[in-house]
């Protein structure tokens, strides 16, 4: 999977997805809500990806 520019980002609200956010520190798993990408982990944080990818399936034998 090769990262791809956030403009082609499904914008499906609370769809997850892995972000990169250069300016602050690299990747993060986020959603789109109203118009804007948050953290997943928590949505009071505003995120600025420039990238993303989709959020790989849970490895064999997970969970």
């Known amino acids: 999977m090769t990262p791809q520019p956030i403009a082609t980002a499904?914008?499906?609200d609370d769809q997850p997805l892995?972000?990169?956010c250069p300016d602050q520190g690299g990747w993060h798993s986020g959603i789109w809500f109203?118009?804007?990408w948050l953290a997943?982990?928590?949505t009071s944080v505003?995120?600025?990806p420039s990238h993303w990818l989709p959020?790989?399936?849970d490895p064999?034998?997970?969970g």
């Open 34 to 36: 109203r118009g804007k």
């Open 10 to 12: 499904p914008q499906e």
């Open 46 to 48: 505003v995120l600025d």
């Open 40 to 42: 997943y982990i928590d």
């Open 18 to 20: 892995l972000l990169f």
């Open 55 to 57: 959020v790989p399936a």
């Open 60 to 62: 064999p034998g997970a």
